[in-house]
């Protein structure tokens, strides 16, 4: 009888297998350790070498992203290192390549192989001046990625993707709050027509990292920074960039000092014409929007648990803030 196999929506690949498969294909000294660090939209390995070298190997979900979507981030990667922005890079296999297709039960996967980024997370959050120099770098990367080209294609970080798109994916669980779902299509139609006629053009419009908050950076004691995790990145509007440091940073209690040093530093690089400054509220909107449709998709796969009533009246709690005179303080 020919062996058949339960059909999969995710596998956890073994830590085993993927170094004797996957991890072979780098030129490392021997690994000593391969272990399941983190699942989030990716899963994340921390892998350690006998010469004491840190890795991070990162295997795509398969219902998250293709491999031209893979390629376009691994591309930015090598291009902005290149260009000395401190980015996590990306290592190329023996036979040069980026990453390395992996035909798990589910469907394609792809791994990928970062350096560990030197440092750590900030303890208690940013600092004013590490704000600052966050702000100043994510500057930089908005001004060199204006060069950027490629022939992977990536989904611009555009209004349609990001509010009607999320739309799409959150709507069916309002079917049962039909104020909920009106007020929700409302405030996409408001933000929509509020940025209505943002230029899509150098320096306003670059390559975006897509998830700028401290959870995605290391500094180490001397205040240097690398950045990592680009899953979302994308061409847009080097406005919502910071629109959506500003909604998370807030979201989670940074104070607004340490926000405003991030302003501060982002400037000492370019400058933010006063049409930005009023876009960013209507972006911080765009940014919850689009990060409550990225979180259900997760959900959907890994924890359908979370997606009760409480979980939507939250996300609407804070899309209403988002929406006040405060929303600054939120």
């Known amino acids: ?12 690949l073994a830590c085993d297998a993927l170094v004797s498969i996957v991890l072979l294909n780098f030129e490392l000294a021997d690994v000593t350790s391969c272990k399941l660090w983190h699942r989030g939209l990716s899963d994340v390995y921390l892998v350690e070498t006998l010469s004491n070298q840190s890795y991070v190997l990162r295997v795509s979900h398969a219902h998250w992203r293709t491999k031209s979507e893979i390629d376009f981030e691994l591309e930015l990667l090598v291009f902005l290192q290149q ?18 297709e992996i035909e798990a039960p589910e ?14 997370v900030p303890l208690g959050d940013l600092s004013k001046d590490q704000g600052q120099k966050l702000g100043e770098t994510i500057g930089r990367l908005h001004e060199v990625a204006t060069d950027f080209h490629s022939l ?5 970080l555009t209004l349609d993707y990001l509010l009607d798109d999320s739309l799409e994916a959150i709507a069916p669980f309002l079917q049962h709050r039909p104020q909920d779902h009106d007020y929700l299509v409302e405030t996409i139609s ?20 897509g998830d700028p908050h401290s959870g995605n950076v290391h500094f180490t004691d001397d205040n ?4 990592f995790d680009f899953d979302q990145c994308g061409y847009g509007w080097r406005a919502f960039e910071i629109a959506k440091f500003l909604h998370v940073s807030a979201r989670t209690g940074m104070q607004k000092t340490v926000r405003d040093s991030f302003l501060e530093g982002y400037q000492t690089v370019q400058p933010v014409t006063p049409e930005e400054e009023d876009s960013m509220q209507p972006f911080s909107q765009a940014a919850h929007i689009w990060q409550w449709s990225i979180g259900l998709k997760s959900a959907k796969v ?3 648990c979370r997606l009760d009533d409480s979980y939507f009246s939250h996300r609407l709690r804070q899309l209403k803030m988002l929406s006040s005179p405060a929303w600054e303080l939120f």
């Not at 260009?83 to 390395?100: C, F, G, K, M, N």
């Open 224 to 227: 240097h920074v690398t950045l």
């Open 302 to 304: 890994h924890d359908n």
């Open 83 to 100: 260009r000395q922005i401190p980015v996590a890079r990306p290592l190329r296999t023996i036979d040069e390549q980026l990453s390395i």
């Open 152 to 156: 992977a294609n990536r989904q611009p």
């Open 107 to 120: 469907g394609k996967r792809y791994a990928a192989l970062f350096d560990f980024a030197p440092g750590q």
């Open 1 to 12: 009888m020919t062996a058949s196999f339960f059909p999969v929506t995710y596998s956890t």
């Open 190 to 209: 408001e933000v929509k027509q509020k940025l209505q006629g943002m230029p899509k053009d150098p320096p306003f419009w670059s390559v975006c990292w």
